[in-house]
């Protein structure tokens, strides 16, 4: 069974950082492009960042020099540094598990819940 496990959700005040992780199992880990999507009330899901199994990292534009994205192959977890926050990125945050064989798999998370407000 896939489980993907979002934590690290939480209220902070603009400026501040947060970290998320996400704990896989049921999928070999090593070989899934691991990806972060949000969504803000009211909105459609929006992707945030992707790694790739070699480590290559793209960011949305929005959140680029201020997110990092980085992923620990030995237990099988995917993260998201935040850094200065700001009130738009309120969002539920979701982990996304994808890898094309022969035909395309892809898991998500339940999402945790990030609100940036002073």
């Known amino acids: 069974q896939v489980q993907l496990v979002e934590s690290g959700g939480d209220l902070v005040q603009p400026g501040g950082s947060l970290r998320l992780s996400c704990a896989a199992s049921?999928?070999?880990?090593?070989?899934?492009?691991m990806g972060w999507y949000r969504q803000a009330p009211g909105k459609q899901r929006e992707w945030v960042s992707t790694i790739t199994m070699g480590g290559t990292a793209t960011y949305a534009e929005s959140v680029t020099g201020r997110f990092t994205i980085s992923r620990d192959n030995a237990n099988n977890t995917l993260y998201l540094q935040m850094n200065s926050l700001k009130p738009e990125d309120t969002a539920v945050y979701y982990c996304n598990a994808a890898v094309k064989i022969t035909t395309l798999r892809s898991y998500w998370g339940q999402g945790t819940q990030v609100t940036v407000s002073s």
């Open positions: 049921g999928i070999m880990f090593t070989i899934y492009t």
